[in-house]
């Protein structure tokens, strides 16, 4: 079992056959929204996120940049960001909401949710629970559009993640890479080169499948740094420019000077995406906002909006020669509870000018994660790795506490925020509706207050399919159709790192690896290799495949 598993992808290679004249790429009347009129030229949609930002942080960074922001001009509502079981979302569902149009449960990615209690959504039947449901990215692809996804974090991360997979956990890092992979996404760009490899390190494979042979065998350009990127003329690329996550923006040119920025990767997706006559779809995220938050890195965090708000005008300078283009930038979720304004404010804010906030921030050069990266480990640069925080006048004793503190970090970054008098009431998400910034051709732009979910609807609309309905032509149980056809199923679990759904009947079987866009068909001793253009996913619970799959069963 684990031998046919592992070398699947050669044999698909060698053998396939293309389905195209039977997939849903074809049969648009089946995805088409109601209504909808098909347009003489392409539309592309490019979808932004900058994963657990919040207003108060952008209204930070927009003083610290001492000018207008990109997001300013296309400032059209507010989102609400709550989860389908908490007030405060995860970055799992929320992905899943702006991606799929459903409210989904703490972890899950790319699957309904198996508890629903926030006001005002409907109850869940058993069977629906964990059921994976079509994102926009699927959607496209179906169209005949060329897709990409594009992360500062590993682009299995959790919200990339939601807009190209399905899986029941978001640490499934192997199914969540195994199914980016065979869902041919023209143009991936980030970090998490990692879980497309063999090894022994937390996220390397376990399921003996190298996925960098798998991508040279689909024909991608591989490249690893700035310079192989921007220089490229592949129609299929994939960028991995660090085994985890890639630098702040902020550290980027001295710690990490050959990963290129969020902007260059958006440009360069955008150019290559472009080239297809059907238009294109294209998912960005700047992770690290996030992470900075959690932190509660006020230098990280303004970093990375800047960075990501950089990419915003690049997509916007496209969007607006082309003119057929819809532009979403968004946060999934608030993170830090972060304000201009702390206890040292309570009397003195309205006499406090903006450079009471500023001026302290921008003695900073480097994020913490960056400052500490340079720190020595007997600490004995310690006064000049805090200067690279932007702490440079330390006193006895805050020298004192920082040379015998074990929560470096988190000294430091309470130390930088206290004296440019910044708050923080968490290091986790909070629960705060979240602007919206959108873009695109008259009354096909989002506008006004929306639910998350609204925003994958929107796209759908745009791209002229239905969500819904391409839920119910992409995942369909696989054993309750196989056995209306007559045939005998089992979920083959001789290897648990490559699960094989097998239904028999006669002469006649076939073998229908996960996470993959695969068919086995053993007929007369004869095995024939088919692929599609969906994935074929598990959930613990059911084994889905979709319309195309089925289209092969004698």
């Given amino acids: 079992m684990k031998k046919v598993s592992r070398n699947l992808a050669v044999v698909a290679m060698a053998s396939v056959v293309t389905l195209s004249s039977i997939g849903l790429a074809v049969d648009k ?21 900058m994963d657990g930002s919040s207003d108060d942080l952008v209204t930070l960074s927009r003083w610290y940049k001492g000018g207008n922001l990109a997001m300013d001009s296309i400032l059209t509502g507010g989102v609400r960001t709550y989860s389908a079981e908490s007030a405060i979302t995860d970055s799992a569902p929320a992905g899943t909401a702006l991606a799929t149009g459903n409210k989904s449960n703490d972890k899950l990615v790319g699957v309904l949710p198996s508890v629903v209690n926030s006001p005002g959504l409907k109850p869940i039947s058993k069977e629906d629970e964990l059921k994976p449901v079509a994102n926009v990215l699927e959607g496209a692809k179906q169209q005949g559009k060329a897709t990409g996804i594009i992360s500062t974090s590993e682009i299995q991360h959790a919200t990339p993640a939601g807009f190209s997979a399905h899986a029941t956990h978001r640490s499934k890092y192997g199914d969540i890479a195994e199914q980016q992979v065979y869902q041919n996404i023209d143009v991936v760009l980030g970090g998490g080169k990692e879980a497309l490899t063999l090894g022994t390190a937390k996220n390397s494979r376990t399921d003996g499948e190298d996925l960098l042979q798998v991508l040279d065998q ?8 700035r310079t192989d990127l921007l220089k490229s003329k592949s129609n299929k690329l994939w960028g991995s420019f660090a085994p985890n996550e890639l630098a702040y923006d902020m550290d980027r040119k001295k710690t990490k000077p050959t990963q290129p920025t969020l902007a260059e990767m958006t440009t360069k997706a955008i150019t290559t995406l472009n080239k297809d006559k059907d238009g294109f779809f294209l998912f960005v995220e700047g992770s690290k906002v996030d992470w900075a938050a959690h932190a509660n890195d006020t230098i990280g965090m303004i970093s990375d909006v800047l960075s990501f708000d950089d990419s915003v005008q690049a997509a916007l300078d496209f969007a607006k020669k082309d003119g057929n283009t819809m532009v979403i930038a968004v946060t999934d979720h608030g993170n830090s509870g972060i304000s201009m304004g702390n206890l040292n404010t309570n009397a003195t804010y309205p006499s406090l000018p903006v450079s009471a906030y500023i001026d302290p921030l921008k003695k900073a050069t480097m994020t913490i994660e960056g400052a500490l990266s340079q720190l020595k480990t007997d600490r004995s640069n310690l006064k000049e790795v805090a200067k690279l925080y932007g702490l440079d006048d330390l006193t006895t004793e805050e020298f004192d506490r920082l040379m015998s503190t074990e929560k470096l970090s988190a000294e430091m970054v309470k130390l930088l925020a206290n004296r440019a008098n910044i708050g923080y009431t968490t290091g986790g ?23 998350n979910t609204d925003l994958a609807h929107s796209v759908a609309k745009f791209m002229n399919f239905d969500l819904k309905k391409l839920s119910d032509q992409l995942y369909i149980d696989a054993e309750k159709v196989f056995k209306k056809k007559g045939y005998t199923t089992k979920l083959d679990q001789t290897d648990p790192n490559n699960l094989v759904f097998v239904a028999a009947k006669g002469k006649t079987t076939y073998k229908i690896p996960v996470n993959k866009n695969i068919v086995i068909e053993q007929k007369n001793k004869k095995e024939t290799i088919k692929t599609v253009t969906t994935i074929n996913v598990y959930n ?7 319309e195309q799959v089925l289209k092969l069963v004698k």
């Fill in 29 to 49: 009347s089946d995805v088409l929204a109601k209504g909808k009129k098909e347009k003489n030229e392409p539309t592309n949609v490019i979808m932004m996120v």
């Fill in 429 to 451: 998400h909070t629960g705060g509706d979240v602007s919206l910034y959108a873009y695109g051709p008259a009354q096909s732009k989002p506008t006004g207050l929306v639910e």
């Fill in 218 to 225: 689909k024909n991608y350009e591989f490249v690893e740094n």
């Fill in 540 to 546: 613990e619970k059911a084994f889905y495949v979709s």
